[in-house]
Every structure is written in structure tokens, then in C-alpha cells.
């Protein structure tokens, strides 16, 4: 039996472990009980599509990080699950000050994220005071709010055209998505130094070894890949484009240069074609690539979060106002 005072030591303990540490009937069907607990609440699951099978099939949506902030600030639920990373839930929070936000494991966050401190980015835009700043959505709240404008991979060419082309770009945190769109538009702009470590983890020498043994795959590829992956892609794209070309194009097989967890939502689209991750320099299980911060949301850890309400995403209200601004402009010029 779970008393109060078992859930407010898992309370007390959030901040050091992540997650609330509360022991689950064995006897409890997870699927089940969340669809109960939903209801209840009147909560939403939002879930990337980088989150186990179990999550995803769980969840109300699976999508990218444009769609999963299209989702979160157009939802009328009274609670928000984000089955993500940090960042995910700050943004929904962001959008939806009066809404409770909760995120199932609060340690799992983002390489690419944590490669932006905020005191070195706000000295590095202090620099440059003459230029626009673009920000990947893969950011802190913080960064946000210092931000002009955020994108996402789905959208981030339209962003960086959107902006008058005699104004100076500093394009933030990825290096690779920002050499990407500097090849993509032409425009010259001023790159911060941030990469996330799962798409930098695909050994070319593997992919090309690969592709000799499926000679026939096409490779689809996230644009936050290094640029000698993106060269021998035959598509790039966010990770829903990347399964809109894989549902569209007339072949049969495919390498994915994305985290592996993609893998679940193209297979149900294409369930009669050939889905071969990409293979990652670590020799492990899957010779795939997995983002381990993803991997830290369970279903058991979805389920508690939703009973008990915690733990909860709490962004201060001088930087989600700040914050909010760039994310606003972003879903307007996402809508035409």
C-alpha cells in the first residue's frame, strides 16, 4: 500500500533521482491505468517519436518538436504529459502558463541543449549585437529568451528565408542543422558551437559498408547528422519528413539516420518495406543509435507522474514571457 508518507519522501527525493521512486503493483496493467488516470484528469500524452514503442502507443500524439509545440499550444486538456525531454516540456509550458506540466523523468534532457550554457551564450549574442538570433527549439527556456526566433528541422529553412537578407544571423545551438541551412539557403550565418551527440554518433565507414550490403537502400537522414552522413543521404529531413518520404517514395528500403526509436511509427506506416538503422561508432546491442536521456521515460514512470502529478515543469515567468515571444513567431510563419 503506497501511504502519504512513502509519496512525500518520492517527492522529497525528485530533484536527486528525476522521477518519483514509488513501488507498482505487479498486478497493475500500465496501459490500462493511464487510460483511466487520463481521462480522470483530463490530461494529454504527448509523446516524440523517439520514445519507446510502449509510450508511443500509449500516447494521444506522436510527432517531431514542431508538431508536438503546434499540439501543446493548441490543446484544451487541463494537464499536459510530455513523454520527451526537458526542453519539450519547458516549451509546452511556455505556451500554457496555466496548465500543469509533467514530465515523467525531469533528468532526462538533451546533449544538444546542455552544449548552450546561457551565461556563455548571452556573452557570445552580446558580441554581436547587430545580428538576429535563431535558436533550434533543442534549447533551455533560457535560451529562448534570448532568442528572436525559434525553429525546429521542419521548419527551419522557411525561418532562416523569413528573415531580410541584410540582416546578420547567429543560428544556435546545432552546428550541423546550421551548416545544413547555410548550404540549403546561401545565407552566411554566424554558427554556435553545439551538436547533439546521438547524431553525431553514425560511423560513415559502417553506413557505407552498410549500404554496400542493401545497395538498393535509399538513406534518410536528420539534417542535425555531420556532413559527410548528409552527403550520402538521398533524403534529409526532420523526423517527420523523414517519414512522409519513406511513405511516399516508390522504394522499398531504407537506411534511417535518426535515433532509433523512429523506427516504430515508419514501420506501422510501411509496414511491407525494409527500415535498417543506421549504424552508430559503439558497438551495441541494436548497432543503432539510441538517445539514452529518451530512453529514461518508462511506461511505469509515465503512469506515476500521471497518479501522483509530479514531477512537474516550472519555468519562471520572466523567462517564459521572454521565451514565448520567438516561439510565437515561429508557429505564425509555420501556419502560412
Given at each position: 500500500m503506497v501511504t502519504d508518507e512513502i509519496i512525500a519522501k518520492a517527492a522529497g527525493k525528485l530533484q536527486q533521482k528525476?522521477?518519483?521512486?514509488?513501488?507498482?503493483?505487479?498486478?497493475t496493467n500500465l496501459v490500462d491505468a493511464i487510460n483511466r488516470l487520463r481521462k480522470e484528469k483530463n490530461a494529454v500524452i504527448l509523446a516524440h517519436y523517439y520514445q519507446t514503442p510502449d509510450i508511443q502507443d500509449v500516447a494521444d500524439y506522436v510527432g517531431d518538436s514542431l508538431g508536438l509545440s503546434q499540439q501543446a499550444a493548441a490543446t484544451t486538456a487541463d494537464m499536459i504529459v510530455f513523454a520527451g525531454v526537458h526542453f519539450m516540456g519547458e516549451t509546452a509550458k511556455i505556451l500554457n502558463p496555466d496548465k500543469k506540466v509533467l514530465l515523467p523523468d525531469l533528468k532526462a534532457g538533451c546533449s544538444l541543449a546542455e552544449s548552450a550554457p546561457p551565461d556563455l551564450f548571452r556573452k557570445f549574442k552580446e558580441a554581436h549585437p547587430d545580428h538576429i538570433v535563431i535558436t533550434y527549439i533543442n534549447c533551455t527556456a533560457e535560451i529562448k529568451a534570448m532568442s528572436d526566433i525559434i525553429c525546429t528541422s521542419a521548419n527551419a529553412e522557411k525561418i532562416v528565408n523569413a528573415v531580410p537578407k541584410d540582416k546578420p544571423i547567429i543560428f544556435a545551438p546545432d552546428k550541423n542543422l546550421g551548416r545544413y541551412l547555410i548550404n540549403k539557403t546561401g545565407r552566411d550565418m554566424l554558427l554556435w558551437?553545439?551538436?547533439?551527440?546521438?547524431?553525431?554518433?553514425?560511423?560513415?565507414?559502417?553506413?557505407?559498408d552498410l549500404h554496400k550490403q542493401h545497395p538498393n537502400a535509399k538513406i534518410v537522414a536528420h539534417p542535425e547528422s555531420e556532413s559527410h552522413i548528409l552527403k550520402v543521404a538521398h533524403y534529409i529531413g526532420s523526423t517527420t519528413g523523414m517519414i512522409n518520404f519513406v511513405k511516399k517514395d516508390e522504394?522499398?528500403?531504407?537506411?534511417?539516420?535518426?535515433?532509433?526509436?523512429?523506427?516504430?511509427?515508419?514501420?506501422?506506416?510501411?509496414?511491407h518495406k525494409s527500415l535498417i538503422p543506421a549504424p552508430s561508432h559503439e558497438d551495441n546491442t541494436c548497432a543503432c543509435s539510441e538517445c539514452a536521456f529518451m530512453r529514461m521515460?518508462?511506461?511505469?514512470k509515465l503512469y506515476l507522474c500521471l497518479k501522483y502529478e509530479l514531477p512537474e515543469i516550472q519555468v519562471p515567468e520572466d523567462i517564459r514571457k521572454k521565451a514565448l515571444i520567438p516561439i510565437q513567431r515561429m508557429l505564425e510563419i509555420s501556419k502560412n
Open positions: 528525476g522521477f518519483l521512486d514509488i513501488p507498482v503493483d505487479k498486478q558551437d553545439g551538436a547533439c551527440i546521438v547524431h553525431e554518433a553514425f560511423a560513415i565507414d559502417k553506413l557505407l522504394g522499398n528500403e531504407y537506411i534511417i539516420a535518426t535515433e532509433a526509436g523512429i523506427l516504430h511509427q515508419m514501420a506501422k506506416e510501411v509496414p521515460n518508462t511506461l511505469e
